[in-house]
Nanobody, 132 residues
Framework: QVQLVEFGGGLVQPGGSLRLSCVGS????????IAWFRQAPGKEREGVSC??????????NYADSVKGRFTISRDNAKNTAYLQMNNLKPDDTAVYYC???????????????????????WGKGTLVTVSS
């Protein structure tokens, strides 16, 4: 059974940094693409960043709103993915969710288009609040 647990959320001032972690268990981690989505109050869940699996050579993708500020990475030896968030803005305030998919079509949908498909496995999320 796929399990994803997020860590690292919290309160940070504008311009500050946070690093989120996503630890996976119960599945072939290295064969899954891993993404971060976020959902702000009253808004739909949106894709933030994605890192492909080994078959996709770990290719990354970012939403335009976070390009140049956020960096996604993964350590397959630790079954962990990271999201380094720098120069945070109040608009980054949201619950951040870790997501995982395996099959090629789902990987393409999630990683290239940030589309939410039924095959995604989700973590429970971690809250990031950017405020002075």
């Amino acid at each position: 059974q796929v399990q994803l647990v997020e860590f690292g959320g919290g309160l940070v001032q504008p311009g500050g940094s946070l690093r989120l972690s996503c630890v996976g268990s119960g599945f072939g981690w290295e064969h899954h693409a891993i993404a971060w989505f976020r959902q702000a109050p009253g808004k739909e869940r949106e894709g933030v960043s994605c890192i492909n699996n080994n078959d996709g050579a770990g290719k990354t993708n970012y939403a335009d709103s976070v390009k140049g500020r956020f960096t996604i990475s993964r350590d397959n030896a630790k079954n962990t993915a990271y999201l380094q968030m720098n120069n945070l803005k109040p608009d980054d305030t949201a619950v951040y969710y870790c997501a995982a998919v395996h099959d090629a079509l789902s990987v393409q949908a999630m990683c290239e288009m940030f589309r939410i498909v039924d095959t995604i496995s989700w973590g429970k999320g971690t809250l990031v609040t950017v405020s002075s």
